[in-house]
């Protein structure tokens, strides 16, 4: 893979991008060009065809960071006087429990520890207690930990108490099997710039048409809302207000390699070794994963931080940045820990080269001790 001189991300997004992709980029595209709207068009049925979406699903692409999909889901499909349910064990959960209160919707935000997936169970135990929650919000993988929920478990428990089930499957969207036909959702988020590997700059939410049909004029924002944005592109072809039309060109580039390299189970299976080798090459240096095995997402890693003083951060991320690889700060409350990011145009071959980066930078830093001793480990 090519890449020029750039440094790898090995971060939640943007990511590492091919040279196809980036080159995608070259041209100017006009908003009213029919070539330019044809792109918009595909990259809507190929979104919708990932999670086996049919007729019944259509997809409403959105300017902006996935965030703004995030709230314009939320704010276009629960209606004013709803409430929702936000199963919240890391940053991205509480992201969402923000959006319901900025949008003034009703929203009970249900604490799961930061190491523990959100089940069936957890959110049959939460419906049954409150019967006039009308929506989940469930988080997929969240990226904060890096945790895999039960999305199958949540969407089941929704089915059986016939509740709405809005996704935010940012980090999983395209590496993670989704399938409508086994995970029923009204909306699932996702964006350009994560497991599609396009560039950043715009989401999408999948939602089922008769149900976004409904919502003419619930959303709190025009801007944010998905209603119109649907209507003006079912009608003219066109986006409301200036496409990023750099990023649609590259998610198009971008989707044709997902199809080329195999499609979903494809890239499932290449995050999964680059993930595995991360965590192996990590072992022998001695760094633990935060997660349990069977909870970890092959999309991002939360590592505890080495136990030795002379570690710092910032210290840390800047001399294995020098070495060509962009770690990220951890995002946990309780534990000092970073991330290390599996996505994106790289391969194992990275993973194992970040891996003697990072043997090298605790070499320079004159860290002797990574994992932290008995004692340390028992207060933790
Ligand atoms: C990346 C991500 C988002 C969106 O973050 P932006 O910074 O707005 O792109 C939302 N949810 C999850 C789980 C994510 O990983």
């Known amino acids: 893979m090519i890449r020029g001189n750039d440094p790898i991300l090995l971060t939640p997004g943007p990511l590492t991008t091919s040279l196809r992709t980036k080159q995608a980029m070259l041209n100017d595209w006009g908003s009213w060009d029919a070539a330019f709207n044809s792109i918009t068009a595909s990259i809507r049925r190929d979104t919708v065809d990932i999670v086996n979406g049919g007729d019944e699903y259509t997809c409403v692409p959105l300017q902006g960071s996935g965030t703004f999909s995030v709230e314009a889901a939320i704010g276009t499909i629960v209606p004013r006087d709803g409430k929702v349910l936000v199963p919240n064990n890391g940053a991205y959960c ?48 969240e990226t904060g930990a890096g945790i895999l929920n039960d999305l199958s478990g949540v969407a089941q428990a929704c089915r059986k108490h016939n509740k709405g089930l809005i996704v935010d499957a940012m980090s999983s969207f395209a590496a993670l099997a989704i399938d409508v036909r086994n995970i029923p959702f009204d909306a699932l988020v996702a964006a350009s710039g994560k497991c599609l590997e ?38 003219t072809t066109q986006w409301r207000y200036t496409p990023p039309t750099h990023v649609v060109a590259a998610l198009r580039a971008a989707i044709d390699q997902y199809k080329e390299e195999g499609g979903q189970p494809a890239r499932l299976a290449r995050y999964s070794n680059n993930c595995a080798t991360l965590i192996d090459g990590m072992a022998k240096l001695g760094f633990r994963p935060f997660l349990a095995s069977p909870v970890q997402a092959p999309i991002i890693v939360t590592f505890h931080a080495p136990a030795d003083p002379a570690y710092n951060f910032k210290t840390f991320y800047e001399l294995t940045r020098d070495r ?14 970073f991330r290390v990011g599996c996505i994106g145009a790289i391969d194992a071959n990275e993973m194992r080269n970040v891996v003697s980066a990072v043997a090298q930078t605790l070499d320079a830093m004159r860290i002797k001790q990574v994992v932290p001793s008995p004692a340390a480990r028992k207060a933790a």
């Open 198 to 235: 396009g560039v950043p700059g715009m989401g999408f939410v999948i939602v089922k048409k008769a149900l976004l049909e409904s919502r003419a004029g619930n959303a709190h924002s025009l801007a944010m809302d998905l209603h119109d944005q649907y209507v003006y592109m079912e009608k």
């Open 324 to 337: 060509g690889y962009i770690l990220y700060p951890g995002k946990l409350t309780q534990v000092e820990t």
């Open 94 to 141: 509480a992201r969402i429990v923000r959006i319901c209160k900025y949008l003034d919707r009703a929203v009970i935000d249900l604490t799961v520890p930061e190491d523990q997936p959100s089940t069936g169970a957890i959110v049959e135990a939460a419906l049954a207690a409150d019967p006039s929650i009308t929506h989940v919000a469930q988080v997929h993988c």
